[in-house]
């Protein structure tokens, strides 16, 4: 059975900094793209990083860049993505996700088939 596990979300001030981990267990990743989603209230859940467990290759949404990256830990089967300078709009519940496509095409929720519970983030003005 597959699972995916975050943690680390909490509740930060603006302009700070958190690191979510998500924890695979199940089967093989080898060939997946791991991905970062997440949902504020109210909202779609939106893409936010992805990274292939093979290459480290890895694909941002244009809102993140430079501030969120996103890493791997294939010994521990375990995927990072780290935050900086945070802002009231990062708010939301982010998401641990697995895809059997590659990075190129796994950029939406439709390509990614194995799903965390969520881990909540709360940026404080």
């Known amino acids: 059975q597959v699972q995916l596990v975050e943690s680390g979300g909490g509740l930060v001030q603006a302009g700070g900094s958190l690191r979510l981990s998500c924890a695979a267990s199940?089967?093989?990743?080898?060939?997946?793209?791991m991905g970062w989603f997440r949902q504020a209230p109210g909202k779609e859940r939106d893409f936010v990083a992805a990274?292939?467990?093979?290459?480290?290759?890895?694909y941002y949404a244009n809102s993140m860049k430079g501030r969120f990256t996103v890493s791997s830990d294939n010994a521990k089967n375990t995927v990072y993505l780290q935050m900086n300078s945070l802002k009231p709009d990062d708010t939301a519940v982010y998401y641990c996700?697995?895809?059997?496509?590659?990075?190129?095409?796994?950029?939406?929720?439709?390509?990614?088939?194995?799903w965390g519970q969520g881990t909540q983030v709360t940026v404080s003005s």
């Open positions: 996700a697995a895809s059997q496509y590659p990075i190129w095409a796994a950029r939406g929720r439709a390509q990614y088939n194995y």
């Open positions: 990274i292939s467990w093979s290459g480290g290759n890895t």
């Open positions: 199940g089967r093989a990743f080898n060939s997946d793209t």
